[in-house]
């Protein structure tokens, strides 16, 4: 067992540190979402990362959505460039709401089935992208535990053998359900007009379910879409697990608070099952 503690990055700036304002704010944020008797099972959640503020409907909504189970692998971008091209955390992540351990037993597994993921605490210490998550998380699962995975900008190839990795760690679990959060903002900092067209075009391709394509398109296309890499890790992982299809929760925007259309960043969530 690892007795290192993460501690949070960005509590009090993306999210309120306090753990009752916290828990208000999450109620808050999920207000007119599904009600738990109607929550169900799924492979995959792509889920944004900004400030609450911003995001925090459209993730609440999306997590709202889900029986959440106990176990959680959590995959987002690096953005600091700190550690490991494909880095799992293996420390208990000390959040307001409570601490919140690994999966230590599914960890192991991973990276046995894993050349390319190397235990890295660096690229974690400072990232926002699966900090974020956790809290959602928290309020819809007692006894949470999680796999925190970082992806730098790495080739498909890479992805591709680290997608096949994680759903062959998954089927070895298969008396429990694993779910996969893929966090993922969508094009950053363009007028609303051609930040909304670009991110649908990406979400078709999304909808289509060719991980390849999807890859192509955002790189190809210089799309801002900052957790391409780990929503097409998520991906490849669920069409191995048997996924047909996906389902767009919601779309919005940064300028839906701001005011501000001139330079928006996009948001999106989307289940897959």
């Given at each position: 067992m ?11 700036r ?47 909504e ?12 959590l ?42 993921i ?12 699966l ?107 669920a ?35």
């Amino acid at each position: 067992m690892n007795n290192n503690i993460r501690l949070p990055s960005v509590a009090g700036r993306f999210y309120t540190g306090d753990a009752t304002e916290l828990r208000q704010a999450l109620r808050e944020l999920s207000a007119d979402n599904t009600v738990a008797a109607e929550r169900k099972k799924v492979l995959v959640a792509v889920s944004p990362h900004a400030g609450y503020l911003y995001s925090g409907e459209v993730a609440a909504e999306t997590i709202g959505m889900i029986a959440v189970p106990e176990t959680v692998v959590l995959l987002g971008p690096n953005h600091t460039g700190k550690g490991a091209p494909v880095a799992l955390s293996t420390a208990t992540w000390d959040m307001p709401m409570g601490q919140v351990p690994v999966n230590h037993d599914f960890a192991d597994a991973l990276l046995k089935h894993s050349d390319t993921i190397q235990k890295d605490e660096l690229a974690h210490k400072f990232e926002h992208s699966l900090e974020v998550q956790i809290p959602f998380l928290q309020a819809a699962r007692d006894n949470l535990s999680i796999v925190p995975i970082t992806i730098s900008h790495v080739s498909y190839r890479t992805l591709d053998a680290v997608g096949f990795a994680l759903a062959e760690t998954i089927k070895q679990f298969k008396t429990e359900d694993i779910l996969i959060v893929a966090s993922s903002d969508m094009t950053h900092y363009e007028p609303r007009e051609t930040a909304e067209k670009k991110d649908h075009y990406v979400l078709k391709k999304l909808t289509d379910m060719d991980p390849n394509v999807l890859y192509r398109t955002v790189m190809g296309h210089n799309i801002s879409m900052c957790g391409i890499m780990p929503v097409t890790i998520a991906l490849i992982a669920a069409l191995k697990l048997g996924a047909t299809k996906t389902e767009l929760v919601r779309y919005t925007d940064s300028g839906e608070v701001t005011g501000d259309i001139t330079q928006v960043v996009g948001y999106a969530g989307v289940l897959i099952s």
